[in-house]
Nanobody, 118 residues
């Protein structure tokens, strides 16, 4: 069974940090570039970050550049999103997918909630 499972979300104060994980099962993750997306209440799902198959190349949305870091460990079939200096506007459900930037197609996880609030 092909599956992506996100974890690591939670409630954090502004300025805090979280590390999200995306674990793949049923397929080999290193066949794909992987994207992180987020969807805030009442808003469209948007791309946050993308990492190449090898992990050598990474991309970020302007809104998270300098604060978020994407990485991958293909031996563990896992992609990470380290989120620092979190802001209330980062509050959203975060998803990983075998897609970058385009919100259709590919395999998707079920999402993990991130709430940034004091």
């Amino acid at each position: 069974q092909v599956q992506l499972v996100e974890s690591g979300g939670g409630l954090v104060q502004p300025g805090g940090s979280l590390r999200l994980s995306c674990v793949a099962s049923g397929f080999t993750l290193d066949y794909y570039e992987i994207g992180w997306f987020r969807q805030a209440p009442g808003k469209e799902r948007e791309g946050v970050s993308c990492i190449s198959r090898s992990g050598d190349t990474t991309y970020y949305a302007d809104s998270v550049k300098g604060r978020f870091t994407i990485s991958r460990d293909n031996a563990k079939n896992t992609v990470y999103l380290q989120m620092n200096s979190l802001k209330p506007e980062d509050t959203a459900v975060y998803y990983c997918a075998t897609r970058c930037w385009v919100v259709v197609g590919g395999y998707w996880g079920q999402g993990t909630q991130v709430t940034v609030s004091s």
